[in-house]
């Protein structure tokens, strides 16, 4: 009797009936995050998404997109056996970047490559991406599993996703706006979010016992301190956008406040930032002290405790905090724009 395919495939270490069992369980986790401008359903070879209902009131829309993945951060999730998280951290790489502009995110999609497909691993894991995909109010319309054995070792996986946001055209923030006394408002971040995690693994000398081992200074182990998800800030931010006039936004990720923050700036202007003016977060005084890192580093390197830094008028800056912290956000005037050439000045 001939064999069938998934049995051949199967003994080269592909097993495609595993993945089928992935979708079924996945199924209700991304259905969840549909709303009525999907057309396709899970499973098609591409996801449909309708632009009508969310362009009928925009002049002249624009497209947004923006792609990134989790970074070496998975190597703690991998170590812990915790997937449960991993999948917010993607969502919240893509869409945290695409709101810079002021896009509101549509749809999302992702992509996971792996050693061994264990379908109540891989179930866990784009569960935790459809969690991310309500928080950031889009919809999770595609996605792949790719298992590659040889590639990647059984256990272990990269994580990459794909987010698509539409804003009108007039409506785009942009650095045009920005004088100088404008106010940098900081929300905070939920800890090392997903970057410097190469630094962070040398550091701490990342193995079974270091993330198990209870930090006094954090209330938690390290492995959960580090393991916490990236913060999704969409809805506080598009909130903020609808009341005040917003000038720039920078979605502090991997290079920190000296490689991000420019990025929103004109030609002409600086920031100078108040390093007292917000808490730095614990994880990040541990980093600092167990690495005996230069404190200049520290801010090229993680988000030291700000997530997203938002430029507003003056004499918007303290409305621009009640309403971020009425949408659970704390949030902080922690610098202003200056005269200077896209430089920022810590002090």
């Known amino acids: 009797?001939?064999?069938?395919?998934?049995?051949?495939?199967?003994?080269?270490?592909?097993?495609?009936?595993?993945?089928?069992?992935?979708?079924?369980?996945?199924?209700?986790?991304?259905?969840?995050?549909?709303?009525?401008?999907?057309?396709s359903d899970l499973g098609g070879f591409g996801g449909l998404y309708s632009l009508l209902a969310d362009t009928k009131?925009?002049?002249?829309?624009?497209?947004?997109?923006?792609?990134?993945?989790?970074?070496?951060?998975?190597?703690?999730?991998?170590?812990?056996?915790?997937?449960?998280?991993?999948?917010?951290?993607?969502?919240?790489m893509c869409v945290n970047d695409i709101i810079c502009c002021g896009a509101k995110p549509l749809f999302f999609l992702d992509y996971m490559a792996l050693g061994k497909n264990v379908p109540e691993v891989v179930a866990t894991i784009v569960k935790g991406v459809a969690q991310g995909c309500k928080m950031?109010?889009?919809?999770?319309?595609?996605?792949?599993?790719?298992?590659?054995?040889?590639?990647?070792?059984?256990?272990?996986?990269?994580?990459?996703?794909?987010?698509?946001?539409?804003?009108?055209?007039?409506?785009?923030?942009?650095?045009?706006?920005?004088?100088?006394?404008?106010?940098?408002?900081?929300?905070?971040?939920?800890?090392?979010?997903?970057?410097?995690?190469?630094l962070v693994r040398k550091i701490f000398n990342i193995n079974e016992q270091t993330v198990n081992k209870y930090e006094e200074s954090l209330k938690m182990t390290l492995g959960e301190s580090l393991l916490t998800p990236t913060k999704i800030y969409v809805k506080p931010v598009?909130?903020?956008?609808?009341?005040?006039?917003?000038?720039?936004?920078?979605?502090?990720?991997?290079?920190?406040?000296?490689?991000?923050?420019?990025?929103?700036?004109?030609?002409?202007?600086?920031?100078?930032?108040k390093k007292d003016s917000y808490p730095v977060l614990p994880i990040f005084k541990l980093i600092q002290k167990v690495g005996e890192i230069p404190e200049r580093d520290m801010y090229n390197t993680f988000n030291m405790g700000i997530g997203m830094a938002i430029i507003v008028k003056k004499e918007d800056s303290n409305?621009?905090?009640?309403?971020?912290?009425?949408?659970?956000?704390?949030?902080?005037k922690i610098g202003e724009v200056i005269k200077g050439n896209k430089e920022i000045i810590i002090e």
């Open 136 to 198: 950031a109010g889009c919809s999770l319309i595609g996605g792949e599993t790719a298992e590659m054995p040889g590639f990647y070792k059984e256990g272990e996986y990269d994580l990459a996703g794909f987010a698509v946001g539409v804003v009108d055209k007039s409506k785009i923030i942009n650095n045009e706006s920005i004088e100088i006394g404008d106010v940098v408002i900081g929300i905070s971040s939920s800890g090392v979010h997903s970057n410097g995690f190469s």
């Open 57 to 92: 009131e925009i002049k002249e829309p624009i497209l947004v997109s923006g792609t990134d993945g989790v970074g070496t951060k998975l190597k703690l999730a991998f170590l812990m056996d915790k997937h449960n998280t991993i999948g917010q951290d993607c969502v919240a």
């Open 238 to 273: 598009l909130e903020l956008i609808k009341n005040i006039t917003v000038k720039g936004i920078s979605h502090i990720t991997g290079g920190g406040f000296y490689e991000n923050m420019p990025r929103m700036l004109k030609d002409g202007v600086s920031l100078k930032i």
């Open 319 to 332: 409305k621009a905090i009640e309403i971020l912290e009425q949408h659970g956000e704390k949030a902080y």
């Open 1 to 39: 009797m001939e064999k069938s395919f998934s049995e051949s495939y199967k003994k080269a270490g592909v097993d495609v009936t595993a993945g089928y069992k992935s979708v079924e369980l996945m199924k209700e986790a991304v259905r969840a995050t549909y709303d009525n401008n999907v057309v």
